[in-house]
């Protein structure tokens, strides 16, 4: 029924431990080369996943110390579930390569196995971090390598306030469970260090296979780095390409959750119109190739506080959509809905009856269209706009509160709403990232610039824009000695004399261009040294400044001014736009142009003439796709 | 004075453990015997209970293990209030028996004391559950001899989801405690075992008494199993009668806790109009008897986030409600204001200086009429409409969230009202229960239906309305595999394609008799096999189908479209309804028939002529009572 | 700079535990001799502190059984913050007594050291409550010491209800970690127990330093009482005088948290008008000196859930409001911003760059301001009104919720409030307080008064207004006998027949003078034995009452009826009120009169034509000040 289908893609076995290995070294492989063999003779290829995933019972049984221990309760995570184990366990560390040894060695050159998948969704359920009395003794370990010396280390990390000093690198602890809020530098230390330990694993494995499967590929599926704590540009950095699950409902659902009902009836059925996009961008970012989506939601999934049914054409929407937004592959999880276990009321591509659920015509439909548009010959080009994002800038603004409605995840979200909205083509990088070839550099809130960077923005062509928040901290979290924005002062002469954080919902006024926008949230008090306010606050102090090519949005605003401020760049900088209508969506791969309405009326495309539309029509259906050829 | 206010039974020593055993193996019955002689001479009947909700603490220092351990914390509950037991302690479980055979030896055969009462509120403050080592080996064992071997166990659960299966029984965990949800087979398994071990609990206690105490009734005062987690007609069982504790204004604050200021004020000093009777009738149901009410509410409590007075007339209409409901007695809680503890806020008849509070004389009041009616000769007879409900349906909704609104208790109770409103006599049955007799059978919501209990169906004359969520699981919480609604579809020819939940403020439509009416939070996809449909939903597809006598919808609707759907449902089986005015209550017992006014207005009730009014009169009062003679 | 600023007194080294004592038994003085000298050669103050609210690691990881556990989590509260020390540890205290002794004896004597600070805002964190084991055993020794034997014990808490009755003080639990809700005498005796720990903690240590520094005060930065649940009375008993933290912005987004924005708006940049006054009042209560603001917010602050900056002028502001009140010293915290650990974004009077912040001009003003007064030459008098206030007040109504919206602190707060917006000076004292001279005294609830406290009523000359729930409880927390107001019926004679408890938007009327206010909340039913109905209920029954002199208020009510009723009073009782307009706040210090504007708007003071104006002008700018002499 898959090759039926049209399908080219079987991932299998990322949970299948306690069926390969039922018992402590006995192994049953039989029914996974059947798998294989059975897939193979339909001619599909094969995508073979590590089960490290889930630890079976007996493993766990024989090695209890494998447990993580939840940091907030102090109470050791279980069996029952998946993800039980810690990622500071040496004894977990080494029964994970020898299983993913024997599984690289057993099917490492199978032909119809094309490439691997690393665990699952690492870190999900914040497995990062464990507060175990393994991953205490391992954290130790890493301050003694990264610091050298305990006097460096209470140096760094000003342990001198409240008395936090130690006395040696074994007195260490993790900021966990203290009386009152740890150190912030201690914090990023322990995320810095459970984010190394997180890589070292998938590093090990990714090395392991290719060591039996050579000419194989090996990819991870990865999770948005707000919710797993990784700095997902490193744990891409031994893979092939990168790729990511995607679940447009059941995000929206906690996206909009504080939204009213009118708010989000709009999308609940759609997703947000930037949410696909916005993940298959960022995991584009993390590595060159193409990237996969591993997981394509097919139908309403059991997770979510509320899980409703995507709108007819979004299955096919979606799917079109990430290959426009440079995927390689679009695989659908799962194929089946299950008839038992967690996951019983997760949608596939069957129903539990083996019946077609209604995805199944959308994604026939969209096979179709890729095969018609010969998607996959099109290269995803370079964007005109980056917008620069890290790990640290999560770490940075979880650990340092300072407002309870700074979230990083969505400033960095709202950026790239608004640019999106232009029709403007975004590429994430990171601070490590080549900057050639770039118009615009966005960075919507990075505390952390050190001098490489700086190095780097001082040698590019490009304009910056920099949201508040910018050069905010030192690489251990401590406060700037010149003031914010710190380093990035070199280039743009002025600094932060006081940060204030207002509740949300009091609004205040930001002046740009004769008309008043909204400063809110996070309202920072520059002094200009050398530069030009563009826009100010109510008080007629300066908000946005913009000093030669860089400009500083000194607070965070509503989203027309990001937009109207955008808009304005990208005329300056010859960068395309494309504002097509209420919630369309215009991106580019290669020579072809694609709209996505994810509104509920039909819309006509501004579009020339002479245009050469490939698919769908001029007049473009609610949840429909047009494609153009680009002149 | 009991005497003097005329009550006739009196409920003592229900957590008197530490003053009939003050030290192990020291006993002093001599106030207990002092105290059930004086309410012997005052003419007044006694029911004894036994002590077990209240272990004293020399008893808990000499055996820690019978602590039980908070599933959602694994922290041990400790001594210092009440229920501090784990009911899988056979060191508990024989103190307990210990006791009871003590006190059953000793008064067993009083001629005084009429009957007992086991424990107190079994199971309140979710005891049920515990997440200790002797729960765990008792689940352990309770498992091997559910399962027989453990391949049927993991292939019953499905644990090779996710590699959770298990080698041997003692490897076994409890479903707590794990990274993410575990299992919901495990889950409720849990839930099936923790029921049980209650009942077993029970049932031994019951035995005991019976031995001693030959002639004299036993009951039990029931929590609703939606707070306890008991199966209650399990619970039951071995009873001569279930009895329950009723405090309208505790629950109302709790009900109404999300409701408008304008909504609440409305019933915060008198209760929901439907929220006692539910209780009655459910109590009722539990045992064919008629049931007690041990505890009513005389004032305000103690224990709601806030505790409201009763109306002036609310203590009456309880009392009378109650016996109208079936009553066999009204038991008031308690009798005198406490001085001290935990309850020292919650009223009395009297209070705390011996004066008579407010509910005095309503309660006088009450006893006149009870007597005046001969309330106790007229038999309650069987309903025309029976509501199915099940531990079971708590659990699994429990269990598995889908939708964050998916409340089983709202929804029966959403049930209930619709048919309360119009006047409808409701008898509520479970799975085990005799149908005949019944011209209407109403399950709101029954995800696992039987064989047997489809074979009941079939064999039925009564007309049928199922719920959306019917035959959703298989006995094991597996998805059935032939879709739900699962082995109904013997009955009825339909299949649920996909379910979808929605946020509860995103309401669509249900178009039924050219009316709009409301679809909300849980929505299914019907395909009819054969039958009608009757309402749609907005994009024209089957809502609400009805195959021969069973009617199935699909989804959760408004109360309105309930009211609409059961009124016509009872004049085409010709079931009788009473629709009287504004929060009105119409119910009848035996040739009885009354009529309580829940509303703060005066309202004439709109009886015959001839009406042959014997408690009150046709125009009735805010919160008064009025009783006529059936024709 | 602290020279050419202006500054006094210089508080220091209050968390330099580890810089003194490195390491077990060594020790490094040389730089605080530095710190020490430098200030003195500046011509500066020290205050001296001991720095025992945070002992080094070195300590904890040699006595690890130091550290507190938290009661409603079961867990230790680990080193990496401060205040990680239990009350009860014996080893604890004599490490604490013994850095103190150091510490005394070193510069005990020294001329620059004018005075000391004990440990520093002792308790923050609620960690005057832990669930240790020395905590459990402590509390039996205190028990065995109040109680005497056993059976008073079980007597005086009311065990027998629940058999909690314990057979021995070793089988004594403290009142955590129970399957329900402990019994609040219990609860209240481990209230009392910890806060006497507290106390027994700072009398010792306050000796210590009065030992080796004769003629040096000693004085404690005070935290709310409501914050701590410590008796601050008892705390301050050995003090020459109390000192507290004044943050009104960090607070007033506490105490606005569930206010519209409109309302907070309105208070974000200058804190609520009477919240700084409210807690200068209550610290000058606490000791007859002159109380000390130990640190005075000069910027943002950290810790809030939003951090807003201060409108300009509320620095000097704030400050002068404080010496209006009768501060002896205004401190600001912290003099430079930190560059590192968990308040790097707290702000000081300098920037982490070392250069002047917005408050230092306005501290210089203040500065002057207080200078070219003479203000400190002016003695603050006795007020006319007095409010008295008990710790027991705030733990008996944390204990015993009955409403979830009876919140002790902000009934205080809105009785206080009332009062300062009519412009009348207030005293705060306790039960023990002499009320000679005070022609009004108001108790906004006062549970447990005893017959001394009786005694001291009937011999004043005062008028008296007793809030609802006064006299409510014995000493043991039981129901009084007599029902409430208990022992205060000696004065008053009426009774609470019930309380009822509603939903705080569930508003009922309160009718007063022919006007109707609002009763909500907290409703008591009162017969009147022997007095005058002042106010009603919407159903006619009595809600206030006077007898003889004194007013008893049965219910919660709005502030408008607090400020009607107390301006009545106020009047009747030649007590001098200042209404000077919308959030104009007017307070005396000696023959100074002073208005502070807390709104935005100028406004004009009515001031006699003849007013001798020190300060300011008639015309009162907003955030400014206006001064003059009293005729």
Redesign the interface.
Known sequence: MMSELGLTYVRIAE?????IE??DGEFQFEWLDNAVETLANAGLSVVMCT?TA?????LV?KFPEIL?VDPD????????????YDFSSDVYFDEAMRITELMAKRYGKHDAIVGWQTDNEIC??N?NLSASDVARSAFQQWCSLRYASIDALNDA???????????NFS?I?L????????????RLAYRRFSSEKVCHFNDSMTKLIRAYAPGKFVTHNFMPMTYTGVDNYSLAAPLDFSSHDSYPLGRV?QQLKNS??EE??KY?RTGHPDASAYSHDQTRGFSKDPFWVMEQQP??V?WA?????PAPGMIRLWTLEAFAHGAGCVSYFRWR?????????H?GLL???N?K??AWPEVEEAIADVAKLSLLDETKQQADVAMITAAESVWVSAI??????YEFANIEFDYYHALRSLGVSVDFVNPDSDLSGYKLVIAPGLPIIGDALIKKFKASDASFIFGPRSGAKTS????????PPGELQQIAPLRV???????P???EGLCWNGKRYESLIW?E?LEVIDGDVLAQYDDGLPAVVRCGSLSYIGTLTDTLFLKDFFRMNCQELGIETNEFGIDLRIIRRGNLMFAFNYSEQKQDLPLDKGAQILLGSRSIKPHDVTVWKRN
């Open positions: 949970f299948a431990w306690s069926r039922p018992r089960p889930t630890p079976p019972k007996w049984d993580p309760t102090g109470r050791t995570r279980g069996f029952g579930s998946r993800r039980h999900c359920h497995t990390w000003g342990n001198v306030f409240w008395s936090m000093e130690y006395q007195a602890e900021p966990v469970g203290a009386v009152t809020e740890t150190n912030p530098a201690h659902d009213s009902a989000l009836r609940m139908g309403p059991n506080d509320n899980n409703a049914r809905q299950a008839l038992f276990g967690q996951e019983q009321m949608a129903r539990q009856d019946s659920s209604a340092e509160r300072q407002s309870e409605s251990e979290f401590s406060f700037p000695g010149n003031l004399l006081s940060i204030e954080t207002l509740r919902d009091c609004i309202r008090e």
